[in-house]
């Protein structure tokens, strides 16, 4: 039996997606398996790290990727340590592609980027403009 959990989201760009997991360092495959407790698991994205833990991306039917993973055993963390643990990575994941979907309509928009700014508090302030 497997312990795959498995984490509803609001990925829907894919090549977005990659570059975001790239950018937190991951080395990310395409159509392929993550690797589990007691077995595989098929994803349209996977994400490893080099220590071999990997997050898998399922692409639904209305175009959303569900987040999974098997971290059973991880660390002597119980259940709910694994729950809160993949939702803080949802959240991280989250937020990097959040900016990038931003900066691409605003790219898109004939904006650019001015200033980037990690607050306190954990929100991301873009500055962009545009000259006329």
Not at 37 to 60: C, E, M, P, Q, T
């Amino acid at each position: 039996m497997s312990h795959f959990s498995r984490i509803k989201t609001t990925f829907r760009h894919r090549e977005a997606l990659v570059q975001c997991m790239q950018e937190l360092g991951y080395t990310v495959e395409t159509n392929t398996t993550i690797k589990g407790y007691h077995g595989l698991h098929n994803v349209d994205i996977a994400a490893r790290k080099s220590n071999g833990y990997a997050l898998g991306f399922v692409k639904n039917a209305d175009g959303s990727y569900d987040l999974v993973a098997d971290w059973w055993g991880v660390s002597g963390k119980g259940e709910q340590k694994i729950a809160d643990e993949l939702k803080r990575q949802a959240e991280s994941i989250q937020q990097e592609y959040a900016k990038k979907m931003v900066l691409e309509q605003v790219k898109k928009d004939g904006f650019e980027l001015v200033s980037e700014k990690n607050e306190q508090n954990g929100t991301v302030r873009l500055v962009v403009r545009r000259w006329r």
